[in-house]
């Protein structure tokens, strides 16, 4: 790979995110420069992240639903209704005792006369055996709870990864941003060199040879200004995912980039993790554990449901009076009480057992996608698992390959010294070496973003980052 070839495909995924994030407008006065491990930085991210806060306030939501659910439990219907109006009064010709105006057939309502009338009516019903419809609602709800925290737990795991990949973006840009100041010096050195040769009348050494060195430094200036512009862009989008204002410059707390110090577990032991603490796997069995409990909700609806209830209800118009016989009441002013047990069953049969069979049929659907984003998900943590090995033999070889080019660097220099060697050779080495030096760059990057990756896949990337250590998977 060219050091040309590198310094487009190393900043690749930066360019994508840099569009995505908003910045976050800055009040007050901020520092200038903010420098940030990759700790610090996903720390940052998952608390500014509007995604995982996003997920976070849908786990309040079924949290708060959980809550209603349980309350159901006792006094599930518990109301109170009132209403106000207008009243006739009455009319009482012969006088009558106001406790006997029933036996008096003169007695009439007065339309002409209106009092105010007020009535209260306070219900209440609680369950007392349901089929398991009021502990299955329940468990349902809880599960709701514990498929939105897993949601949160997958999004921040995705937040976290991001981050993590643009500090070691960002890294690899400041490396690249040292290569080409050496270069650079090289360059320069290279052409006082010929020149003062060419000055000299030197043998091997023409006007050929100085032209190629120019058109190398013509070369070098374009590759100063790409470094720059990623490097540059790079922080942008480091700064895009902490949400920091614009006039905050990101730097790595880091100086070198340097491979992660991580030791390689068995794969069998990454797919263990990975089935224990994926989030999405988390999410699947809860989703599951819901679907059936509403299995059981839509199957109580077969059997009738006994509850207990009472009414108390209350009227009054001025004007009006109760009457002390039981047989004779004036819905317009007096009071009644009613409590007992009874049953209520839906007679509906034919749509409970379609209800039944759609909830049968969403429950099957959860389980079915369950066992394949197992298999995916194994998969995933073999891919990525591989991944790490194959990045760090590249790196293991790049490193190699360049300890070969410095040897054959420091042999075409001395040979030059000593007018033994020519200078296309020469130059040669040195574009080797400093090839190798990007490529070398760019395959610990790459491990280190195989390393995250595999920590995804295993569910176990924000507690390795967090804690500071990536050797800690239990």
Known sequence: MSFDTVLKTSTSSLLLLFAVFNPLVATGQSVDTLRVSVQGAIEMALEVSPEVAERSAKTEFASARAAQARATRFLSEFSLTTAHAAAPGLTNPNGVDTD???LDPDVRNDWTTFRPFTQAEATVIQPLFTWGELSSSISAAESAVRLEQASTNEKATEVAARTAVLYYDLLLTD?????????????NQAISEIRRLLDEGAEGVDDADLFQVLITEQEFNRRVVEVDEKRTTARAALRR????????VVEARDDVLEMIPFELDSLDAYQDYARVHRPELAQGEAGLAARSALVSVARSNL???????????????????????????????????????GLRQNLNFAQTKAKIRQAEAERDQVRY???????????????AYRDVRVAR???????????LSRE???????NFDLDLGDTENLVKAVQANLNLQATTHEAVRNFNVSVIELLKSTGMLIAAMTNGTLVDQQ
Do not use: C, H, M
Request: proline share 4%.
């Open 369 to 383: 996608q369950l066992d394949a984003g197992r298999q995916l998900i194994l998969f995933e943590v073999e891919k």
């Open 100 to 102: 006997q105006l029933y």
């Open 393 to 403: 033999s590249a790196v293991l070889a790049q490193e190699e390959a360049l300890r």
């Open 175 to 187: 490396a690249l941003r040292r290569l080409t100041t050496e270069a650079g010096s090289i360059v």
């Open 408 to 414: 054959w660097l420091q042999t075409e220099t001395i």
């Open 241 to 248: 995912q902490l949400f920091l204002p614009d006039e905050i």
């Open 303 to 341: 059997y009738p449901k006994l509850f207990a209830g009472a009414t108390y209800s209350v009227a009054y118009t001025s004007g009006r009076y109760r009457q002390p016989n039981p047989f004779i009441g004036d819905r317009l002013r007096g009071q009644t009480f009613e409590a007992g047990v």
